[in-house]
């Protein structure tokens, strides 16, 4: 159990069965009545924000969550197959459980999953992926300064506003916290 006192940003809790993530707090002492702490949490299944007061020395639960380094192997209707590189469990996730993560996974990326109570619930993926792209307008000579983009869809699906100069068959670094692209990748 955790106490208000130990409230702080980051710290997951478990509140009404369900994992939260405390995203703000604020300890506050009126001149009148008993202190109280205001949060905002947020939840690890559905992202959904939530504001929560809490009494000062209230307790509340620790959620069993558990971390582990998975790789990404192949989907299949709908399903999204990942291996535990240690004992070669394998589960599957479906497409709502991944939501936008799942334009970024290619074979063999190392993601961390979350489990709350044994059961998957969250993706970690890598900061940054590499994939190629696959539809475009070509890219015309001296497209390099204008500072102008154009749509480009990428081997996953997603489609990304990449540089004027960008073709087909070309590979782009992409940020995968907002999907933006951030450079060519040469080889």
Do not use: W
């Amino acid at each position: 159990m955790y106490s208000t006192a130990e409230f702080r940003n980051g710290l997951k809790i478990e509140l009404d069965g369900e994992p939260y993530i405390i995203t703000e707090f604020l300890h506050v002492k009126p001149g009148k009545g008993g202190a109280f702490v205001r949060t905002k949490l947020k939840s690890l299944k559905t992202g959904a924000v939530l504001e929560k007061t809490f009494r000062s020395g209230e307790k509340v639960g620790k959620p069993d969550l558990d971390e582990r380094e998975m790789q990404y192997l192949y989907a299949s209707e709908g399903q999204y197959c990942f291996m535990d590189s240690e004992n070669y469990e394998q589960i599957f996730l479906a497409e709502d459980q991944l939501g936008q993560n799942r334009f970024y996974l290619q074979e063999n990326i190392h993601a961390r999953i979350l489990f709350f109570n044994g059961q998957p619930i969250g993706v970690d993926l890598p900061f940054f992926v590499v994939l190629k792209v696959v539809k475009t307008d070509p890219g015309v000579k001296g497209d390099t300064a204008s500072g102008g983009t154009k749509p480009a869809t990428l081997e996953t699906g997603l489609v990304v506003k990449v540089p004027l100069y960008m073709n087909e068959e070309e590979r782009v670094k992409i940020d995968t916290r907002t999907g933006d692209f951030i450079e060519r990748v040469k080889g």
